[in-house]
């Protein structure tokens, strides 16, 4: 796959992670109104705020994809974008997670619809590091032995 084409897959991807939680895909909410009329922030708003900062960032790696020169920032970005992907699985699972009922919107819509793009993205960044970084074979065996 030449480089133009995975820069736009993954400005694709970026922009889909980051506009999905508000539109395709929608939290419940950014926050809960309670009975005296006190407001508390919901873990599901806080989660789509997070997918719109590695979004853009993933459509930042996507241009610097495009715009790179040199096979070192080609396996830069592949490095920044498998991080990126990595995230983007960890905050809705564990780090600032989802609503804690199983039957919210977020739970039922927004989590399964947000793990395809993120994980494809984290795979995607991983095999373009290894086609642009990886090491021959007899150097990689000189290192383990």
């Excluded at 084409?5 to 539109?23: D, E, R």
């Excluded at 407001?39 to 790696?61: K, N, Q, S, Y």
């Excluded at 009922?101 to 793990?115: D, E, F, M, Q, Y």
Aim: glycine content about 8%; overall charge positive; charged content about 10%.
């Amino acid at each position: 796959m030449k480089s133009i084409y995975a820069a736009v897959l993954l400005v694709v991807l970026g922009f889909f992670i980051a506009v999905s939680p508000w539109t395709t895909a929608p939290v419940c909410g950014s926050f809960a109104i309670l009975a005296n009329g006190k407001t508390l922030p919901m873990p599901c708003g806080w989660t789509a705020r997070e997918e719109i900062g590695v979004g853009v960032l993933l459509v930042l790696a996507g241009l610097l994809l495009y715009f790179a020169k040199s096979a070192e920032a080609r396996k830069v970005a592949g490095i920044f974008g498998v991080a990126l992907g990595v995230l983007t699985v960890l905050f809705p699972r564990y780090i600032t997670k989802m609503c804690s009922l199983p039957g919210h919107l977020c739970n039922l819509l927004t989590k399964p619809s947000s793990s395809l793009p993120e994980s494809s993205s984290s795979l995607f960044r991983a095999g373009l590091y290894m086609r642009h970084g990886r090491m021959p074979e007899h150097q990689f065996y000189r290192q383990v032995l």
